[in-house]
């Protein structure tokens, strides 16, 4: 809790990336330098430099991977070891030359687990039955993979979804709510534990701090899926959890207080078991309009708040995430739900708290007839335009990793041109903790490569190339970042002044150490 303020390649080629650095940006290629080896000296401070705002020096930049039902990995089910690593792979490929730095990957779409566990069943989206062990733990090489690229991996759980199916009988053995029927609810065709039940809030984060403390990952995840959408005709029947721990309140602020439960518990645990893993929500994009709440934002689609009782703007004011990503998934100009009113709703929302604010933008809608808008490829880099003039926005994160793959309209090409051309490191979250490594030594230049000795603590380096005017704005923003490295080195596309930093995983940046390569 915050306590601050209120709140695909052959499957060879696939795997051949284990020592190598990634290296983002434009200046990522080997050039034709002196073969003389040049040793480097501390950076001066660098001077104030009047901020580029097309270039953030922190910005996160994700993107989901969604697994359930295959949307995007694996493509299929059954496929190979070395079919599924290379079809994440190319995802990744995909994401680093856009100069992404997080992805969010989906590891528990319904009760199920894509990784090795004791507390719930295989998942059905990697062999195809539910329960059958793969013969491999994916998670460790889904992590590994976007740690060499420099990226964040944050694990995506969704809490209350049991199974798509309502049949208890269907579910493999040992599945928890075969174990624990009273948990759960049927209602539209499929099976939820119930939010109202404590010991449901306690088999979640279970599960949760079970994957933070084998697992090196950088985050927890949660969907916009609490309580179900509505479906119509159908009853959530939890009348007799309401009976038994209602105590006089409404039906809707009981539910709302479940998972406002659930959250500060995640919340809790999570930072308990490993301080520097981030936790955070992505909601449904309108948390109350003005017709329901003189609060709300001056829209006229679904509640959060009043459908799926989920109140994100109570985590914010009470400090239990570190982030909200709501998903604005409409257009500019969108009559019951315009993106530009929801950007400044939400960036009011989390003004003078310690809560980031990220943007899931609907990458999938691209191209498709769900409004004009969508016909034109201008709109989502536009829309990323629209977060940067807002103070409070940090980041964006797209759904999903299948269209960045097929880049509807090119539209990814023109958000990558504009305003992704050059890397960024994370945006800083204090209360995380972490700091800054010691600065790299023996830094030194052979022809074009750069190399240096690792920094303990380090979980990566940025790079700077210094303009040949000599002017130094590394600490302004990123127009002088070329790379992100996760190994020690570095490959100059030509010669000048580089610059050379150490960064833990949370991106805390150490001092900088100056070394040049002579052209030939």
Request: with cysteine.
């Amino acid at each position: 809790m915050r306590t601050g303020r209120p709140l695909l390649a052959a499957a060879a080629l696939a795997i051949a990336t284990t020592g190598a650095a990634y290296a983002f940006g434009p200046d990522a290629k080997p050039g034709n330098a002196a073969s003389s080896k040049k040793t480097a000296t501390a950076a001066a401070p660098a001077a104030a430099c009047k901020p580029d705002a097309r270039y953030p020096k922190r910005e996160l930049r994700g993107v989901w991977i969604a697994t359930t039902t295959n949307i995007d990995w694996p493509s299929k089910t059954g496929l190979s070891k070395a079919r599924q690593q290379a079809e994440y792979v190319k995802i990744l490929d995909s994401a680093a030359k856009r100069n992404f730095n997080a992805v969010f990957v989906q590891v528990r779409p319904a009760s199920d687990a894509l990784y090795k566990s004791s507390l719930e069943p295989w998942s059905q989206y990697l062999t195809g039955t539910a329960g059958k062990d793969p013969g491999w733990d994916p998670l460790p090489f889904l992590i590994d993979e976007a740690h060499k690229r420099g990226m964040e991996f944050h694990a995506w759980f969704n809490p209350y979804r049991a199974s798509y199916d309502d049949s208890i009988a269907k579910l493999p053995a040992g599945h928890p709510a075969k174990k624990h029927p009273a948990w759960t609810v049927k209602y539209g065709g499929r099976l939820y534990y119930n939010p109202g039940l404590p010991a449901v809030r306690d088999h979640v984060t279970k599960v949760i701090t079970d994957v933070v403390g084998r697992y090196d990952i950088d985050g927890v995840h949660f969907d916009d899926y609490f309580y179900p959408y509505p479906v119509a005709g159908a009853t959530f029947d939890d009348a007799a959890a309401f009976k038994k721990y209602g105590k006089g309140q409404k039906l809707a602020d009981w539910r709302r207080g479940n998972v406002d439960k659930l959250v500060e518990q995640v919340d809790s645990a999570v930072h308990k078991a490993k301080n520097h893993v981030k936790f955070g929500i992505s909601p449904f994009g309108i948390w109350r309009n003005t017709s329901n709440d003189p609060s709300g934002s001056k829209t006229s689609g679904m509640s959060a708040y009043d459908a799926i009782y989920a109140d994100a703007r109570s985590w914010i004011k009470s400090g239990t995430v570190d982030y909200v990503l709501p998903q604005l998934y409409w257009p500019r100009g969108h009559k019951a739900a315009d993106y530009r009113t929801l950007v400044r709703w939400w960036s009011d929302a989390v003004k003078g708290s310690d809560v980031q604010l990220w943007i899931g933008q609907g990458l999938y809608r691209v191209g498709t007839k769900d409004d004009r808008a969508w016909t034109k490829a201008g709109e989502l880099p536009a829309q990323i335009g629209l977060n940067r003039d807002s103070k409070q926005v940090s980041g964006a994160v797209y759904f999903s990793a299948k269209q960045l793959l097929t880049n509807p309209l090119g539209a990814m090409d023109r958000v990558a041109k504009t305003h992704y051309s050059r890397p960024a490191l994370q945006p800083l979250m204090k209360e995380r903790g972490g700091q800054a490594p010691a600065a790299p030594a023996g830094v030194k230049a052979s022809g074009a490569q750069l190399s240096w000795k690792p920094s303990d603590g380090a979980r990566g380096y940025a790079v700077y190339q210094v303009p040949k005017s000599g002017k130094d704005c590394r600490t302004t923003d990123a127009r002088n970042l070329v790379a992100v490295v996760s190994d020690p080195s570095y490959a100059a596309k030509s010669a000048g002044t580089y610059l050379v930093t150490a960064l833990d995983r949370l991106h805390n940046e150490s001092k900088a150490v100056k070394v040049k390569v002579d052209a030939t």
